[in-house]
């Protein structure tokens, strides 16, 4: 399809989904990014988009508004349940989609985000090389044809190179070791894609998809441990031929199987409350609910407790969906509040430790811990932490 | 009328602030969207919308307007879905949604909120407290907005009283900007006329609401009933009798014609008799009290010929039970229809069964395209609220949706005065007001016109409204 198809396809596509909306408000009502405004959350960008296009075609508010979006995915659970089960985020997308192709999109900081991507395989561009300092001194297998592994562990972008997330790396791969796990990771790992498609930028979300496919065949890997859950929703949901045989597991799948199998073993008493935070794109989007909590009942010790919201009706930590790049327009709710509001129902179950699986919502929710001077009363921390500690 | 828009944005902005006024045409358009089958002209919009956050702002606003006669209308969650928000003269729209502050006052009893705090908001924040909301709105609904419709409770209404029984005073702005404090903050009545009464149920032509105060009650245990008939009138039949027998009356309960319960069944792959489906939410001070409850109407229904009937105790059957219920807007969808419009109507109870029956089939021979579309029952067991929902495509043409809704709401009003009903469930009186002056006559809307000019003088809030504009 050339430029001017994609538009017209997107446009009959968002027309179509659009058109049937209730307006009942229902989505608005669950959806971490509304302040006090209607047109705020999936309702406003719902009618923006729908009559954006209708009226005068889109403008930068309209991107604003369809960017301001975090992609969790509450609104879509909402709709299912009692209205007319309209996919808000997939329509969204499609919006970002449109947008970027009109030349409108993406928000002005997300374009060296997409730059980045393209030239240096991660989203703050980063030299390469240096994608796997964080293993210095970890003596981790970098895997090829001639050294193949049973558990190809993909570490993602941020546990790759942001100083806080590189520690669920340094975790993860330590329990491996301890578990007798024969794992390895790529010399040349890349962006898994996950955020581009979510910015709109399919055309690349698709590049990446196929070279990675392509180096995952390529190293004869048989499966994949990765520990950011938009990766592991990519590789399982979005990449159109890696299903074939390579099986892809979030880490909270593949330590349950560990223990399980009497690899890997937890012999410290934690003596702690615990609250689990999950991630959109493991929880509401994978529907992983159980293995993580499965994972912190094991480790002696702990208590685990439940935020008022959680599973299927867990808040959003603020930063997915694009968001972590860019500064929010006025008018619309900030990351930080929406993450400081997250920490707020945690510090209400009186836990002394957050505990999520993403590096995303591990960085996010930890600023905000600091933002809100909490420090001395929760700790966020990844699931890893705790069952190195443990183990 | 003609408005220098951007003059009157900039004094706005220096009576609410800068964030607080809206010219932007996208930031517009969701204030004057209904979910009418057709969309809005760009000559339906406000000229702009501003968001007081305080009576004292909202006093300045009306004064402001009423000075140079600029139709205000009030905006409070929109969820009302066609009518009251809409602006029929453009101007300003006053939106309440800044108006969020809560307060439980459990030492009082009571407890005060914005106009624009949700319902859903409030159930959560009262459910923390052990506190139950008598007023059962859908969640996205504003306090203000009900109290202003004097709606909704379904069974709740008969239960725990309507709104106007359970507001024990307003904080109120009037067109001409004096701000009013109504009723008591004690529990008993205010003395002499307590005007909270006038403007509970006004929807919002006398002045705009700006805090509600409300008594507390207890959150009650609840158990879930469901009662499975053939037919969807045995239903009707089944809830005159709870009421004659005295049973103990659940605080809510729903009902889902046959046709509907086919393709809900359908949707979700259930395994339920055939037929039309009652669930019920029975309350008790205990679990035991309400268990107790629900068991009378299942007898009740068993009595009446449900093929079957029993307490929802597994949580999972339970949800899809409801689920049918939630799911009333997407039966047309299901079979590809888009377009849709409900109505309401309201028989006493000892019509209830003949008006069911008319209702199930009520597309069958008719002509013009009323006969085209596809019905679907349901409604609030026990209030008389029975619902029925036209699906259609909404490929038809503008023309034709229009002939459609013009189609089906002439319907409704045959069938509120054929079954003396009043059509006060989702509080439409632009809609309605040519079955008020037909029902109650014209000396009745005299009043209103009456009351209106001496509490709105300019008549600049919500313009249209009561002279039956839609």
Known sequence: MNGEQI???????LNEALVSCEKCHLCNTVCPIVDTRVTQGPFGINRAVYYGLKWHGLSEHVRDLVHSCTTCGKCVAMCKMVSRALPLVEIFEKARALLLESGLGPMPEQREVLKNIYRRGNPWGYPPHERTQWAEGLDIKKVSKEDTVDVLYFVGCASSYDPQAQKIARNLT????????NFGILEGEQCSGSETRRIGETGLFEHLAEMNTQMFASVGAKGIVTGDPHS???FSREYPDLGKGLKVQHYTHFLNELMEEGKLKLSSRAETTVTYHDPCYLGRHSEVFEEPRALIRRIPGVTLVEMEKSREDSDCCGMGGGRMWIEVPRGLLSSQAIAESRIRQALDTGAEIVLTACPFCNITLGDAVKSMGKEDS???MDITELVLMAS | MSLHVEELGQDLRKLVGDDHVHTDLIERMNY????????LEKEELPDLVVHPANAQEVSEVLKYANERRIPVTTYGSGTSLIFGTKPKHRGITLSTERLNALEIDEAHQWLECGAGVKIGHLVRELGKLGYFFPIQTQAASSVGGAVSVNTLGHLTDNIFGRPVNNVLGLEVVLPTGEILQTGSTCLRRAAGWDLTRIFVGAEGVL???TKIRMVLYPAPETVDAVGFFRKTEQIGLAIGLMYKQKLPLPMDGEFVGEKACKVGYEAYGLDF????LAVTRSMGRTREEAERNAGELVALFKRVGATESFILEDEEIREKVWGVRENAMRWGQEKGLKGFLAIEVNPPLP????????LSHVTEGRKGLIGQTESYLYGHVGSDSLHCLFAFPYGWSLEKMKQVVDEIWRLEKELQLKYDGVGGDWGWFPYRVPLYREKYGEASYAIIEKMKQLFDPHNILNRGNIEGEV
């Open chain 1, 7 to 13: 538009t017209e396809s997107l446009e009959k596509d």
């Open chain 1, 174 to 181: 330590r329990i491996f070791t301890q578990a007798g796990v």
């Open chain 1, 232 to 234: 592991y929703y990519s």
């Open chain 1, 378 to 380: 929760i700790k966020v």
């Open chain 2, 32 to 39: 004057a969207d209904t979910a009418l089958p057709y969309d």
């Open chain 2, 207 to 209: 002045g705009i609401i």
């Open chain 2, 273 to 276: 008799p055939e037929g039309a």
């Open chain 2, 351 to 358: 019509r209830l069964p003949e008006a069911i029956r008319e």
